[in-house]
């Protein structure tokens, strides 16, 4: 059992981890002579993507002298009996990561900046899950710690072709995230444009994919294309982005585990199953009808957003991952791993 940083001077243990820097806020202060190489690393976050994000980030930071890598998590998670937030916990501990309680729905822009201060990178991996004022209150305590360099929530779709508008109104508030990070010049920025986590294809809630019926359900068109990557293989591939030399600074980064059309997803499950799947399309106007009837639903949001067919797919030869030579997880690699049994 270890200690975590819980406030300013007081320090709590969690199982499995190690202990979180306590510092008194006098010595806290930006990192002003950063010499432009990541190496204390806070990640927010230890979900789906937050648990591959710190994974890779603490293999690459290995090589990187004087190094460390911590985590911002909620106390909600920390004192989760639940156990796979247990397994989760044990996990970070083992890899050598210190914790740091904090919550971005209950903290300020300062408490924030403050617990920011004492790092030369953050990289934001919590989702949506904190509301639509989380990506801008985190971007401002961002540059208000005057943070040398800051990975923003943006692991998805392309926000600037999407523009503003659209059926899924937390695209806007990531427009405005973006608008703020490239108004000024003191912490670099970099996004990673990920497009759909693959695995959400499949998942009952998403609706695209409805195994038990052996149906595809294509948002827009049968030819409407979607670009999809494992969460895996975008922390593998952010912990390359970040370490990466010449240093990537204020730049959208695209990757892509594959890039599809429904049409060819439905062939695909089709020819790796071997069995028939039935492709039906779910238009745009039939979405923006069910949106405009449940216009709280997050998914349906989803839907129409996608079903218009700008900002969510890209080339994967263009991308990061295939100029590197670093190989990712295809959509048929995954229907055979996952789904074949």
């Not at 004492?118 to 305590?141: E, H, N, S, W």
């Not at 800051?150 to 695209?171: A, E, T």
């Not at 979607?226 to 204020?250: C, H, K, Q, S, Y």
Request: aromatic share 8%; proline share 5%.
């Amino acid at each position: 059992m270890t200690l975590t940083l819980m406030s300013e001077f007081t320090l709590v243990a969690v199982p499995g981890s190690l202990p979180a820097r306590c510092r008194r806020k006098e010595h806290i202060m930006a990192q002003p002579t950063w010499n432009g190489v990541s190496r204390k690393i806070l990640v927010i976050g230890a979900g789906e993507l937050g648990m591959p994000v710190l994974r890779n980030v603490v293999r690459r930071a290995a090589d990187v002298p004087g190094s460390s890598v911590d985590v911002l998590l909620r106390s909600s998670t920390l004192d989760s009996a639940v156990p796979a937030k247990r397994r989760d916990l044990a996990e970070i501990g083992a890899l050598g990561i210190g914790v740091v309680r904090g919550d971005l729905v209950e903290s300020t822009v300062g408490d924030l900046a403050e617990i920011f201060s004492d790092y030369d990178t953050v990289i934001g991996c919590t989702g949506i899950t904190a509301g639509l004022d989380a990506p801008m209150k985190v971007a401002q305590a961002a540059l208000q710690a005057k943070l040398p360099r800051y990975f923003p929530w943006q692991f998805g779709v392309d926000f600037d072709v999407i523009g503003r508008g659209s059926p899924q109104d937390i695209f806007d508030s990531q427009l405005d995230v973006r608008d703020l990070l490239r108004s000024q010049d003191e912490t670099e920025w970099v996004i990673i444009s990920t497009g759909m986590f693959m695995n959400y294809l499949f998942e009952p809630g998403s609706g695209m994919v409805d195994l038990p019926n052996d149906t595809v359900n294509a948002l827009g068109t049968a030819d409407t294309a979607v670009t999809v990557t494992t969460p895996e293989d975008i922390g593998a591939l952010t912990a390359d982005i970040l370490f990466a030399e010449p240093r990537i600074r204020n730049e959208i980064v695209y990757v892509a585990g594959d890039t599809i059309t429904y049409g060819q997803l439905a062939e695909t499950l089709e020819e790796v199953l071997g069995r028939p799947f039935q492709l039906k399309v779910w238009s745009e106007p039939l979405l923006m009808e069910e949106l405009a009837a449940d216009p709280d639903n997050m998914t349906r949001k989803y839907r129409a957003a996608f079903a218009q067919g700008r900002g969510v797919a890209w080339d994967k030869t263009d991308t990061y991952n295939a100029r590197q030579g670093i190989p990712t997880t295809t959509l048929r690699e995954w229907i055979r791993t996952n789904l074949s049994a």
